[in-house]
């Protein structure tokens, strides 16, 4: 049983967005903050990549722990309540990610990911920045 009350809960999950979240806020600040410049969000490419490095042909998502299933993470939970439907839900993510990653990697682009939880690490966030540098302009 919830502890939320249905209209509260349809509130809480509706301010839950697709794009600009706190976490890709952060990584995109700190990418920017190095000088490295990219496109957001695009939508020509399979999953449509948080971040875009055309020119070294690489795409940066950001994922939400809880939404992708970050393994070992304490942020991926799963709630108590319509257990069967929440597995349905992410494991339709998992393979929805593996598709893009997929799709991506055949078209030639190198595919990174950060996870919510690291995007609070700056030395995470500077792994980051120094792989996309390490590709090919």
């Avoid at 490419?45 to 722990?65: M, N, Q, T, W």
């Avoid at 996870?115 to 690490?121: A, D, F, I, Q």
Wanted: with cysteine; charged share 25%.
């Amino acid at each position: 049983m919830d502890v939320v009350d249905p209209t509260v809960r349809s509130k809480m999950m509706g301010s839950i967005h697709g794009r600009d979240t706190q976490p890709e806020l952060r990584v995109r600040r700190y990418l920017h903050a190095v000088g490295l410049r990219f496109r957001l969000q695009a939508r020509d490419l399979p999953g449509r990549p948080d971040i875009v490095f055309p020119s070294r042909r690489v795409a940066v998502f950001v994922h939400g722990c809880f939404w992708h299933r970050h393994p070992g993470c304490a942020y991926a939970t799963t709630p108590s309540t319509r257990a069967d439907f929440w597995q349905a839900k992410f494991a339709a993510n998992i393979a929805r990610d593996a598709d893009a990653v997929a799709r991506l990697k055949e078209l030639g682009w190198q595919v990174m990911t950060i996870w919510e939880c690291r995007s609070r690490n700056e030395l995470d966030l500077d792994s980051l920045a120094w792989a996309v540098l390490a590709t090919a302009e």
